[in-house]
């Protein structure tokens, strides 16, 4: 009785499921108080071993009941405690995730690139944006004295290095790599020192280059037209208007006719000038080129009939959102 006294005190002060254990072990154990003393009994006599093996026999049932009983206790509080916590209230409204979207840039971007990617283009992604003049002016035939080429214009670094102020430094590079043929399409960001609802200091362009055998000004005339009537519908009216890039021939700018029946200027492109080719070892009497620059930013604001190209860039949410369940370019 002094011990299984001594057992329900302990018992009652324990208050967890690892307590629990511990007394387990104190009572029950390898070196615990019953087994050390049924190692104790040999020692004994006859008699003393057989009515005291079997008070411990005894003890040990009853702690092991008692133990047990406990543990379900424990289980039970522990199962309800959990059933309270975890309670589910499936009438409660559910939480919303605000779903982003695409930035409507990237996402012209993106259709740009598949565009091209379906006629055969392969698409360029690079981190040229630090540029030095030899790229972004001289190779591509804009005169030392070009207004571009002013400070008040281009990001400069020193008197070499500058933020390039146009992807058609990537015709050069790719140029550079002698694999003919080219067929590429490079987006990617440009600087200029610009700052108004119509320009902004960083914007996007995609550069298009093709240098193959019998390339020629129908080819371009094809392949801009047939991305501008993807992209705005097929009754789109276009027109090519003559004008002038120091490095490309039969230059010239393209506009579509918007809904209030003005030309819009979309792009600018060419036939490959045929220095540039030879400045390279590339025999232009075998090959030519076509080339093309489209301003991303002009597209969109086209598409969108939106003012301030700005907004692109000022992270306002509710300017934005408006883009979610838009046409995904
Ligand atoms: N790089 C020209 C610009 O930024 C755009 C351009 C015009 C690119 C004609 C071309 C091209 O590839 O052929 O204004």
Redesign the pocket.
Known sequence: MKYINKFRLELNKVNSIQELEILRIQYLGKKGFILSHIKKLPNLCIIDRKSIGQKINYLKCYIQDAINKKKIEFKNIYIKKKIVSEKLDISLPGKRNDIGSMHPINSMINYIKNFFHTLGFTIIINELEIENQYYNFDS?NIPVYHPSRNSQDTFWFDSNNLLR????NM?IHEIKKHQLPIKIIVPGK?YRKDYDQTHSPMFH?I???VIDKHVNFSNLKWIINSFLYSFFGQNIQTRFRA?Y?P??IL???VDVMSNNNVWLEI????L?HPDILKRFNINHKIYSG??????VERLVMLYYGLKDLRLFYKNDLSFLKQFNRSRYF
Do not use: M
């Not at 102020?165 to 058609?168: D, L, M, R, V």
């Not at 792009?267 to 060419?270: D, I, N, S, V, W």
């Open positions: 591509l102020t146009q992807t058609s015709q440009v362009q550069e298009g280059l004008s890039f490095f490309t230059s010239s700018e792009l600018g492109c060419g490959v076509l080339a093309f620059g489209v301003g």
